[in-house]
Structures are given as C-alpha cells and as structure tokens.
C-alpha cells in the first residue's frame, strides 16, 4: 500500500493544480462546462471543477498586427506593393473564443484582402497624397467587419507605398515635363504682360512729343554709363532731309 501513496499523492497535486487558475489583469477564462459555454471569468483566483469544466484564457491587450507586403494594382493600372499595420483588441472574449476559429489570424487575414480592395480603387496619386483618408476608410470596414467576432479595431496606419524602378523613372519623367511645362507658361506669360506693356509705352509716346525726349535722354545716360565706346544717336527723318537738300 505504501507504493501507491505517492501515486495518489501526484493525482491530487494534478486535480488542485488543475482546479486553480489566477488570471492577469488585462486576461480573461472563458469557461465551458461539459462542452458548452458557461460563462466568462477573471481576473483573479478561478476554481474548476477538474474533468467538468475548461477555461480559454483570452489576452485583452491591443495588438499589433503588421499586415504583410500586399501587391496592389491601383485605379490608373500602376502596380504598387503596400504593407500596413492594425491596431487591434478583444472586446468580447465569448466571441473571439466561440465566434471565429484563430481570431488573430481571421483578422490577419481580412487586413490584407480589405487593404487590396480599397487601394485597388483609387489611383496612385490619392494613395500617396491622402493616407489618412484611406487609414480611415479600412479602419472602418475592418472594425464593421470584425465586430462579430468580440474585436474592436482601433487604428490602421498605411506604412510603405514602393513602386518599381521602371514606375519612379516613369514619374520623374512626368515631373520633369510637367516642370518645362510650367517654365514655357511662365514665360510665355511675361511675355504677354511685356507686349502688353510696350503698346501701353508706345501708345503714350505716340501722344506726348516730349515724352519721346525723355526716353531719348535715359537711353543716352544708360549707354554712358556702360563700358562701351560706340554711342548711336538716333535722328529724327526730318532733321537729316534738310542737310540733304543743301
């Protein structure tokens, strides 16, 4: 009989270890009595009826889940390789636990089809200009999505947006062109405005003899005040007739 002491020693060790469990602030046991789901415990000390009842003990902390690299084709058909990260918590241990099988992975899972789906319908301009938005509006869907299964999406946040080699020398391109574009309109319209202002000039000088001496005179100092040694002198018709007629 002395033999089996320890035996049933170690078997009631085993029972009370397994009757006892201390839960951490931030877990919860969701419990199960002969199969089904009786109710949800923690934190602190829980007692089991050992061989009866189960526990699944479920972390309430927010997760951070980063959302592979996804290959996405954008409205305007540039291919484009995107990666994101969630922000994630359990609401409802009963239905993360009964719900969904593997929640952390359900949730991984629609991340990464609800990112292609939402960049895949806008171009590649709004991808990179409005980010926000786009956090906004999967972190929407995924927080609608999940809220069956007891989780609660509190961020998402569009990390890396990397195009190919032979797309950013595509875009340099364009930006280059669109830079000599707006060189060419830029000068083509003080050009405008210079012509605009010469009729202007020409329509007074027209009108006002002694405006025409004026200018005559500040064309007469600027050119004596530059390092040149021929100085033309303009005359009037008029005036070099009379020396002809002599």
């Known amino acids: 009989m002395n033999i089996f002491y320890p035996i049933i020693l170690a078997v009631v060790v085993l029972l009370l270890a397994s009757m006892f469990k201390i839960l951490r602030e931030y877990e919860r046991g969701v419990i199960f009595m002969l199969g089904r789901f009786w109710k949800v415990k923690g934190p602190g000390l829980i007692i089991l009826i050992p061989f009866v009842q189960q526990i699944v003990r479920v972390d309430l902390r927010t997760v951070v889940m980063d959302v592979p690299t996804q290959d996405v084709i954008s409205l305007d058909n540039v291919s484009v390789e995107v990666n994101a990260v969630v922000y994630f918590r ?18 991984s899972q629609l991340a990464q089809t609800t990112l292609r789906s939402v960049l895949g319908q ?43 080699e032979s797309m950013i020398r595509a875009i340099a391109q364009q930006a280059e062109a669109e830079r000599a574009r707006r060189a060419k309109v830029i000068h083509a319209r003080g050009e405008m405005e210079a012509s605009e202002k010469l009729l202007e000039a020409a329509k007074v000088l027209s009108q006002q003899e002694e405006a025409i001496q004026l200018r005559y005179l500040q064309t007469l100092s600027s050119l004596a005040g530059e390092n040149s040694n021929t100085i033309v002198f303009p005359l009037p018709i008029d005036f070099m007739k009379n020396f002809m007629k002599k």
């Not at 359990?90 to 949730?107: C, F, G, L, R, S």
């Open 122 to 164: 806008h171009e590649l301009d709004e991808m990179l200009a409005s980010r926000e938005q786009l956090n906004t509006d999967i972190q929407s869907i995924l927080d609608n999505q999940t809220d069956a299964w007891g989780i609660k999406v509190a961020n998402v946040e569009i990390k890396h947006v990397d195009l190919n």
């Open 90 to 107: 359990v609401i409802d241990p009963q239905k993360a636990i009964i719900n969904v099988e593997h929640y952390y992975d359900a949730t």
